[in-house]
């Protein structure tokens, strides 16, 4: 039998171990997470927003259960091998990458730490992932690599300007994606009866030799090969085209946000946000090596009228009724 005065004691002495109890509990885990920016926040900003809101709506809350470790390269691609020497020192959970040359120096310096492209060129070309149904490793994600990108940007160019036949193209070698898609555009210009004419830009310092070349060999029109460093120097790509008038068409959105003419491409804010959802299924356990790499899904045609007008264009309503945005 058990008396009152032991009954009190063994409730008194639950009451006083129960905090105890709870306080010795393991605390719920929170991840780390690499994330390797090729600019600075500033002009990454609606990106990392995208990837942010992504892991909010999956319950990840910065501070809370996840830390994402930043390192921006501000277009300097040398930077990453250190970046990402720094982030395998932390032990990051996963790293998250925009871009090929930032994926290819993540890999290089881990094979087992899980990477995650939020957006990257040809991966299976590039030696990234061994196949897009199973890449095979420890990097996986999203591949904007589709051929028929580059033809249907100089087809709408080619729509706007209708006697373009010579085509300046903005390209930076450093990038290994470059060759592929300098491939996929001279087959397009064929078709097209275009001229391309190569203008390669590795640094910051031969911006004012690639716009004295594009001057001297007066093209009428120009386009960029998606690169994360030019999109870095967007406004003065666009200042360029300004004070040339020349009409230009880019794979990226934020260039027309800053004045250019046009851009086609996919969403890269919609890539970004999706790339959350690998973060999760990997910080769940699932491998990289199962996870199939995506290709997007949604593209964005985006046009500036007040540009137009500037340079003396009419877009044609064969094309402003594809647009997925206008800026008047």
Do not use: C
């Not at 590795?202 to 690169?227: C, H, K």
């Not at 008038?245 to 990226?252: G, K, S, T």
């Amino acid at each position: 039998m058990i008396t009152r005065r032991e009954l009190m004691k063994n409730a008194v002495a639950a009451v006083v171990a129960g905090p105890l109890a709870a306080t010795a509990q393991p605390a719920s885990k929170v991840w780390r997470i690499g994330y390797l920016g090729n600019s600075s926040p500033s002009l990454e900003s609606s990106l990392v927003e995208a990837f942010r809101r992504g892991l909010r709506e999956l319950g990840y809350v910065e501070g809370q259960n996840i830390i994402i470790e930043y390192r921006w390269a501000e277009g300097k691609y040398d930077r990453f091998p250190r970046f990402v020497a720094e982030l395998v020192r932390l032990r990051v959970d996963v790293i998250v990458t925009a871009g090929t040359p930032a994926t290819l120096a993540a890999k290089q310096a881990s094979t087992t730490t899980p990477i995650v492209m939020a957006v990257a060129g040809d991966a299976l070309g590039a030696g990234l992932v061994s196949s897009l149904a199973r890449p095979g490793g420890n990097v996986t994600g999203l591949s904007t690599l589709l051929p028929e990108l580059e033809g249907k940007r100089l087809q709408l160019v080619k729509q706007v300007v209708p006697k373009l036949t010579h085509l300046a193209v903005l390209t930076n070698p450093g990038n290994p994606f470059t060759t592929i898609n300098w491939r996929d555009m001279q087959i397009a210009a064929q078709a097209l009866h275009i001229k391309l004419q190569p203008v390669e830009v590795r640094e910051p310092e031969d911006f004012d030799r690639a716009f004295a070349t594009m001057a001297r060999e007066r093209p009428e029109a120009f386009t960029i090969i998606g690169d994360r460093f030019l999109l870095t120097h967007r406004k003065r790509i666009v200042e360029f085209a300004a004070k040339s008038r020349l009409p230009a068409i880019y794979p990226y959105g934020e260039f027309v946000q800053d004045g250019g003419l046009m851009a086609y491409g996919p969403s890269y804010p919609a890539m970004f946000q999706r790339a959350a959802v690998y973060v999760d299924k990997i910080l769940k356990g699932v491998k990289p090596a199962d996870l199939p790499v995506e290709q997007p899904t949604k593209f964005e045609l985006v046009i500036n009228l007040k540009t137009a007008k500037a340079l003396g264009l009419t877009i044609p309503q064969s094309v402003l009724g594809r647009a997925d945005q206008v800026i008047e």
